[in-house]
């Protein structure tokens, strides 16, 4: 068990929809990255969030937002979904922002759009 | 920029013989370097991580990696593979900025045969 939670496990909803996937870090982490899982992609880095900032941000699409509360959890919202969205997201957390610093990954939240 | 190449998708071994996974990296700053394991229908677990204490690297479950900066290359190796070593592995590349996004390879699946 890494300390980082992500609600819910398995997400299935239709195309257009919008949904919210939750991520709670590690006690004392500050930093919260989101990660996008899928075949044909690979593993690609979304958004990093330090400290209810927002410190970078790769390849994460118009439709989708993040955002980082006072209480260190995030939220990633994704909209007009799209068959394509269908992938594992991944939430994972450390201590700090910077690269040194191991992160520590979440079970995952799959993302089903029919 | 930074990018992570693993060479083959697929490695199989047979119990008891030598894992040697293949990791190139490229980067513009000196870089911080990971290995983390999927087992299926998890998140990710790190294996170790090169931040340039040392060029050798032991990391947990008798895995180790050695950071060659002539060869651009952080290969993962174990003497003896056991049958609990099948999973997918991941090598990854951060910087020495502000942020600690992680760019991954593709992925190498291991298959280990009894």
């Known amino acids: 068990d890494s300390g980082v939670t992500q609600t819910p496990k398995h997400l299935i909803t239709a195309t257009g929809q919008r949904v919210t996937l939750r991520c709670s870090p590690r006690s004392g982490d500050l930093s919260v990255y989101w990660y996008q899982q899928s075949l044909d992609q690979g593993l690609q880095f979304l958004i990093q969030y330090y400290n209810g900032e927002e410190r970078a941000k790769g390849n994460i699409l118009e439709r989708f937002s993040a955002q980082q509360f006072p209480d260190l959890h995030s939220e990633l919202n994704l909209s007009s979904l799209e068959l394509g969205d269908s992938a594992l997201y991944f939430c994972?957390?450390?201590?700090?922002?910077?690269?040194?610093?191991?992160?520590?990954f979440g079970p995952g939240t799959r993302l089903t759009v029919l | 920029a930074q990018s992570v190449t693993q060479l083959g998708s697929h490695v199989s071994v047979s119990e008891g013989a030598l894992v040697l996974l293949r990791c190139n990296y490229s980067?513009?700053?000196?870089?911080?370097l990971f290995w983390y394991v999927q087992y299926p229908n998890q998140g990710l677990q790190l294996l170790l991580k090169?931040?340039?204490?040392?060029?050798l690297v032991k990391g947990i479950n008798g895995f180790e990696a050695e950071f060659k900066k002539s060869e651009t290359s952080f290969h993962l190796t174990k003497p003896s593979a056991h049958m609990s070593d099948a999973a997918e592995y991941f090598c990854?590349?951060?910087?020495?900025?502000?942020?600690?996004?992680?760019?991954f390879g593709q992925g190498t699946t291991l298959q280990v045969k009894p």
């Open positions: 980067s513009s700053v000196p870089p911080y």
């Open positions: 090169y931040t340039s204490a040392a060029t």
């Open positions: 994972a957390s450390s201590v700090s922002g910077q690269g040194v610093n191991e992160q520590f």
């Open positions: 990854a590349v951060s910087g020495s900025g502000n942020t600690g996004k992680l760019i």
